[in-house]
T-cell receptor
Framework: AQKITQTQPGMFVQEKEAVTLDCTYD???????LFWYKQPSSGEMIFLIY??????QNATEGRYSLNFQKARKSANLVISASQLGDSAMYFC?????????????FGTGTRLTIIP | GAGVSQSPSNKVTEKGKDVELRCDPI?????LYWYRQRLGQGLEFLIY????????KSGLPSDRFSAERTGESVSTLTIQRTQQEDSAVYLC?????????????FGPGTRLTVT
């Protein structure tokens, strides 16, 4: 079975500062994929970034980067130069395989609030 | 292009009634997923379709829950004899059968309230 743990229920960060959202995972599968999604107050789930378990480099997408430490089973999301629009719930999720259509297992989320 | 759509956006029903929730995936996305999100919690997987078949139904919480998909397109999630604990947002997602990440694209959800 797979499990995602997000230990920060809420975070407050000053605008323009960088923020790290923690995510640890547990799986016995050798191949897996890790995702981060953003859920604003409007409710939609927005895909941010993906990391495959065999990827050698950390994934980056604009201001988002994923700090992947395989031995520690962690996949922290780093947002650089935070903006007011970054205020939202953030969910870490994993998929059993490195590719293909499989269900996602989600963590409980972190509510990020950016302070002007 | 059009994203995943769901209807209704809100549904209030009385305990014991049946409800049907609809999902229209992105055109060409052969994989379709249903998730449930209770208030203040993460998403729980319910069922996954590949085409019109459901290879993974492991998340359906009871036999009151069922889902079908037709024409490799629209899917309907049916909850029979609704209970108050069924109150949640039901999210549908779809994904393309190829690509680097196979990320799932989510609809806006249906908020179900059982009174």
């Amino acid at each position: 079975a797979q499990k995602i743990t997000q230990t920060q229920p809420g975070m407050f960060v000053q605008e323009k500062e960088a923020v790290t959202l923690d995510c640890t995972y547990d799986t016995s599968d050798p191949s897996y994929g890790l995702f981060w999604y953003k859920q604003p107050s409007s409710g939609e789930m927005i895909f941010l970034i993906y990391q495959g378990s065999y990827d050698q480099q950390n994934a980056t997408e604009g201001r988002y980067s994923l700090n992947f430490q395989k031995a520690r089973k962690s996949a922290n999301l780093v947002i650089s130069a935070s903006q007011l629009g970054d205020s939202a719930m953030y969910f870490c999720a994993m998929r059993r395989s490195n590719f293909g259509n499989e269900k996602l297992t989600f963590g409980t989320g972190t509510r990020l609030t950016i302070i002007p | 292009g059009a994203g995943v759509s769901q209807s209704p956006s809100n549904k209030v029903t009385e305990k014991g009634k049946d409800v049907e929730l609809r999902c229209d995936p992105i055109s060409g996305h052969t994989a379709l997923y249903w998730y449930r999100q209770r208030l203040g919690q993460g998403l729980e997987f319910l069922i996954y379709f590949q085409g019109n078949s459901a290879p993974d139904k492991s998340g359906l919480p009871s036999d009151r829950f069922s889902a079908e998909r037709t024409g490799e397109s629209v899917s309907t999630l049916t909850i029979q004899r609704t209970q108050q604990e069924d109150s949640a947002v039901y999210l549908c997602a779809s994904s393309f059968p190829a690509g680097a990440t196979y990320e799932q694209y989510f609809g806006p959800g249906t908020r179900l309230t059982v009174t």
